[in-house]
Structures are given as structure tokens and as C-alpha cells.
């Protein structure tokens, strides 16, 4: 069973959601209606979930840099090896989709390195926002490049320097 909880803050809606590991979902939105189905089988506990509503709190008023939360990943031993890398960029900075691909050893992976990208289930507290493009570009985000603006600004990452 997946626990979870929506709160707001002035970015929009977050949706997290938990199993007994730790952190499972998160997804972003604005209004209302959560961009996921909120099965049956889920069950709303706001009090097990304060720790990571309140951290993502903080992060979006720009007072927390660092996650300090359990994690409760699934995906392909490639996707997990990108996902912890992601974790290692330190806040405030970014990296191209090719240095990611050479801190693992595979200068052919960029490409691949953008598909665990895409597929992160838990944005934010894994920082897929902080990976950009070689060529000066944003590069993608499944969020919507508005989001990832959003997010690396407040990092306080210039975005004077990416290609419009």
C-alpha cells in the first residue's frame, strides 16, 4: 500500500506518495487535480509523510539544500546507476547529459542517461532538473522546461548563460 499526501506551496500542488522503504512519487502540478490517478488502495496519511512535505517545502522557499529521506526506488539497474548519480550534483550546480554519461564510465550513454532522466519518479529530491545540455541548451524535462527554470532558479542558477 502507498501512502500519501498533497500539499500546496506557492509553486503549485506536490504530490507525494510512500511505501514502507520510503519515498516512492512525487509529482509537481499546478491547480487542483493531481497530474496522477490517486488509487483506492492508496491511503492519505499527512503525518507520515510531513518529513518530505516539509523538506519540499523548504526547498521551494529556498531554505533547504539538501534531502536528508528514504528512498523507495524500482527501475533498471541503469536507471538506478543514474538516479544515485543524479543525487551527487550538488545543489546550485548543473551537469551535461555527456559528463553524466562519462562519471559512469559510458561516453556513448548520453542518450540514455536523458531516458532514466525522463522516467525519474521522485524530481526534486532526485535532482534530474540540474542536468542539462552539452550544446548551451536547458535540454528537456518531463516537467516542462517552465519547471526546470523554475527549479534551477531557485538554486540560484544564472539561466543567462542556456540558449533561449
Not at 509537481?28 to 518530505?52: H, M, Q, R
Not at 529556498?62 to 527501475?75: N, Q, R
Request: charged share 25%; with cysteine.
Amino acid at each position: 500500500m502507498l501512502l500519501y499526501d498533497q500539499v500546496s506551496t506557492d509553486w503549485g500542488g506536490v504530490l507525494v506518495a510512500m511505501d514502507e522503504k520510503g519515498v516512492k512519487l512525487v509529482r509537481l502540478y499546478e491547480g487542483t487535480k493531481a497530474p496522477v490517478p490517486i488509487f483506492n488502495v492508496w491511503k492519505k496519511s499527512p503525518a507520515k509523510l510531513k518529513d518530505a512535505t516539509d523538506q519540499l517545502k523548504a526547498y521551494f522557499a529556498g531554505e533547504l539544500k539538501v534531502f536528508d529521506l528514504p528512498l523507495s526506488l524500482e527501475g533498471t539497474p541503469f536507471q538506478l546507476q543514474v538516479w544515485e548519480a543524479l543525487r551527487k550534483i550538488p545543489y546550485g550546480e548543473t551537469r551535461s547529459y555527456m559528463e553524466m554519461a562519462l562519471s559512469m564510465g559510458n561516453d556513448k550513454a548520453c542518450r540514455a542517461v536523458g531516458g532514466a532522466n525522463g522516467r525519474n519518479p521522485i524530481p526534486v529530491i532526485i535532482p534530474c532538473h540540474r542536468v542539462v545540455g552539452s550544446n548551451g541548451t536547458l535540454g528537456g524535462y518531463s516537467g516542462g522546461l517552465g519547471l526546470k527554470k523554475r527549479l534551477l532558479s531557485i538554486e540560484g542558477i544564472s539561466l543567462d548563460s542556456f540558449e533561449k
